[in-house]
């Protein structure tokens, strides 16, 4: 029976979408005979199932099809970034960038996934040298990356097949046809799995020199969270933008009410997770600095440690790359997004992940709330000039000429992005009054060199490169780091967003959640800035209002890490925010006088079609009973 599981993998293939290197097994080779055969061979199949999942925070991370980076469109293949090339050039059916349906154009295939799961579960049992607890847990593991899989596709495709057990090479043409089912039978499903897996998982691993990144309770029950928290969001709750999408069974693929229960759902799902992480020692990350420096500057570099100090308390589910060396470290990443400093100009992609000017003006004042509402900030006048006080020496250049636009921000601001007249701490330089200064205007040591070796908006991201990197003259010196997928801050926050949705007015509870993680960052909790600071003093006391307060903590405190492509589409406003103007200071420009003019880059044409991403042509014309994304 297990040879004729192999065979129908290779047909099953062609159901979903083509792979060239996969053939029909043929009937004298026992694969899974010995694939099965012992405990090293079964933990090498289980290691097999978890390198299925995607790339994150690499070039191949769909996170980067989003307003927050930009790249520069003549940059070499020796800088790569996917989620871009989906917005300069757009996407097809032809041959989709960034395919995990298909498995093509730098995306693993997640179907093919889901199946070497299925097969994992099915035969895990005839190992004879792994004991029942462990299997148990090994199950649990594999369930829970067969759930994963199948939310990742369902919130990049919409209504995805249903994939709960591999068909014998028996099943008849009409069984090996699958559709795509309704996103709330996916959401169940999903569920389900995890419900399965999250008793037999451990605490916390225990083997911390060759297993973390393994499934934990945590990891779990927080992507449970998070899977209820998307179910109830606006994209899969009551959405009528997708009312036509009915299959040829009749089925409706998009529920057309919005249901209030899914968010109450969502808020135990987080609270569950919440205790847990707890419980497992969680907590949110606080920099300690092992070198003299003032809290000014310790605020700022909290902000990248936060995400590059690896494995630390915070960090709930992180990821390794399997591209290699280059990506596992985060080498290549680091490497490309600091600017060229002094003489020696090392950094050959400096800036190829650039922040856009819609970040830079999305975070906060000092005081704690958004540019445009706080009464001491002049907001008209952002885009003058003005020259850097003395008292701002830890974060900007004194006697510096720059845009009024780039003083008086929270720390998480100089922390996540470099501007010109800032400082970039690090790489050998640990005295905070002798930082490297960014300088990007034309002809200055951060400014546009060659075709590529620029910021194209004069930004950069500092928020992803770890100050203990250096270098010596010659050559980058990397320090690794892991990729957090999931962090406690991002879990307090799908929390507080949950008990938000859920009442009527918003509950005491959410303070609890937001004014830690502004604590940290060097801010006043919400009531304090808001009411204190803001044009709208009230705003905390409404639903309304304190769901933008909630959707723009997580767009900054999460920012750069790949959470705002996804939660700009379940909130339903990635049209309005990743369909305006890509915008940045003119870098061709030599003086403070023509450098501080906004330019607009970019004028992305994203409309509806491009919220769900497209399948490939091929895929349906194997599979008729298979249907194209809305536009596409």
């Given amino acids: 029976m297990m040879k004729k599981y192999l065979v129908f993998i290779s047909i099953i293939i062609f159901t979903f979408g083509s792979c060239d290197y996969l053939d029909v097994v043929p009937d004298d080779i026992p694969t899974l005979e010995h694939a099965f055969h012992d405990r090293p061979r079964a933990l090498q199949y289980l290691y097999t199932c978890y390198s299925y999942l995607p790339n994150f925070g690499t070039p191949y991370d769909p996170g980067l099809a989003s307003d927050e980076i930009w790249s520069n469109p003549q940059r070499s293949g020796n800088f790569p970034n996917r989620g871009f090339d989906i917005l300069y050039f757009g996407n097809s059916t032809n041959d989709p960038i960034l395919n995990f349906w298909d498995g093509r154009q730098n ?4 179907w093919q996934g889901i199946r070497d799961c299925n097969i994992f579960l099915e035969n895990i049992d005839q190992v004879i040298d792994v004991n029942e607890f462990e299997k148990a847990q090994f199950k649990a593991e594999v369930k829970f990356l067969k759930a994963f899989y199948h939310f990742f596709l369902l919130q990049l495709y919409g209504p995805i097949p249903i994939v709960k057990e591999n068909l014998p090479i028996s099943a008849s043409p009409e069984e090996v046809a699958v559709y795509r089912e309704p996103v709330d039978e996916v959401f169940d499903y999903i569920i389900e799995l995890l419900d399965e897996a999250i008793p037999d998982l ?32 606006p994209l899969f709750n009551g959405n009528t933008d997708y009312a036509m999408l009915i299959d040829k069974r009749g089925k409706q693929m998009f529920n057309q009410v919005y249901d209030p229960v899914k968010w109450d759902k969502a808020v135990e799902a987080c609270k569950l997770a919440i205790e847990a992480c707890h419980q497992a020692d969680h907590g949110l990350y606080q920099f300690t600095a092992p070198i003299n420096i003032t809290d000014s500057t310790r605020l700022v570099l909290q902000v990248s440690q936060i995400v590059t100090d690896k494995w630390n308390k915070e960090h709930l589910w992180g990821y390794l790359s399997e591209r290699g060396q280059y990506y596992n470290s985060r080498a290549r990443e680091q490497y490309t997004i600091a600017p060229l400093h002094g003489d020696h100009r090392i950094f050959s992609g ?29 907001y008209a006048d952002r885009y003058s000039l003005t020259t850097v006080p003395k008292q701002a020496m830890f974060f900007m250049q004194p006697g510096y000429v720059t845009a009024k636009l780039h003083l008086n921000r929270e720390p998480r601001f100089y922390g996540s992005i470099g501007v010109d007249g800032g400082w970039w701490f690090g790489l050998g330089r640990f005295n905070d009054r002798a930082q490297w200064p960014i300088q990007s205007k034309m002809g200055q040591i951060s400014g546009k060199m060659g075709i590529e070796r620029f910021s194209p908006t004069s930004l950069y991201l500092k928020k992803l490169h770890n100050y203990e990197s250096v270098y010596n003259v010659t050559a980058y010196v990397n320090k690794n780091w892991n990729w957090p997928i999931l962090r406690l801050a ?15 007015t918003p509950p005491e509870e959410i303070f609890n959640y937001l004014d830690p993680i502004r604590e940290r960052a060097g801010l006043m909790g919400v009531r304090e800035s808001w009411t204190n600071f803001s044009k709208l003093p009230n705003k905390f006391t409404t639903k309304e209002g304190m769901r933008e307060i909630i959707q723009n903590e997580r767009s900054i405190e999460l920012a750069f890490e790949m959470h705002r492509f996804w939660d700009l589409r379940r909130w339903k406003k990635s049209q309005e925010t990743i369909g305006k103007p890509v915008r940045g200071w003119d870098i061709f420009k030599e003086t403070p006088q023509e450098f501080y003019k906004v330019t607009t880059l970019r004028n992305i044409n994203y409309t509806l079609k491009d919220v769900f991403w497209p399948l490939r042509q091929y895929s349906l014309s194997v599979n008729p009973n298979l249907f194209q994304n809305p536009g596409w």
Avoid: C, H
């Fill in 350 to 378: 400096g800036g190829t992940w650039a922040p856009t000017m819609s970040m830079l003006e999305l975070f906060y004042t000092e005081n704690g709330v958004p540019i445009g509402e706080d009464i001491t900030y002049d």
């Fill in 490 to 504: 991002d879990l307090y926050l799908l929390y507080a967003e949950a008990l938000n949705e859920a009442k009527t």
């Fill in 202 to 233: 451990p605490l916390k691993i225990e083997n911390t020199v060759s297993e973390l990144g393994r499934i934990t309770m945590p990891i779990a029950l927080s992507i449970k969270a998070k899977v209820l928290v998307t179910a109830a969001s």
């Fill in 107 to 110: 995306a693993s295939s997640l």
